[in-house]
Nanobody, 127 residues
Framework: QVQLVESGGGLVQAGGSLRLSCAASGGTFTRYTMGWFRQAPGKERECVAAITWGRESLYYRTSVKGRFTISRDSARNTVYLQMNSLKPEDTAVYYC????????????????????WGQGTQVTVSS
């Protein structure tokens, strides 16, 4: 299993931007479909973006389409989430996760006890 470490969270005003990074180690990164998830207090964890291991497919949650961009750099074993035009409702703990040879469907239905998960990074958007 690949190990994942997120970074880049913080406090930002509404309309601002943040870029989250998720560094992978201990596995063959290029075999992993990667996703970004978020969980706000009192809410279910949800998948906001995903990119397949072959980069042939991308997924974005409707609420973030046009504002968030997921990308991956195989040379750095890192997946990114560029978040623009942030809104207070984007406030949550953001997690990255990976599943070997997963599909978009795998990521959108991923359980917490399946795949590899990072420890999370807090994103707070003030109004």
């Amino acid at each position: 299993q690949v190990q994942l470490v997120e970074s880049g969270g913080g406090l930002v005003q509404a309309g601002g931007s943040l870029r989250l990074s998720c560094a992978a180690s201990g596995g063959t990164f290029t075999r992993y479909t990667m996703g970004w998830f978020r969980q706000a207090p009192g809410k279910e964890r949800e998948c906001v973006a995903a990119i397949t291991w072959g980069r042939e497919s991308l997924y974005y949650r409707t609420s973030v389409k046009g504002r968030f961009t997921i990308s991956r750099d195989s040379a750095r074993n890192t997946v990114y989430l560029q978040m623009n035009s942030l809104k207070p409702e984007d406030t949550a703990v953001y997690y990255c996760a990976g599943v070997a040879f997963g599909t978009i469907g795998t990521m959108t239905s991923l359980r917490k006890d399946f795949g590899s998960w990072g420890q999370g990074t807090q994103v707070t958007v003030s109004s």
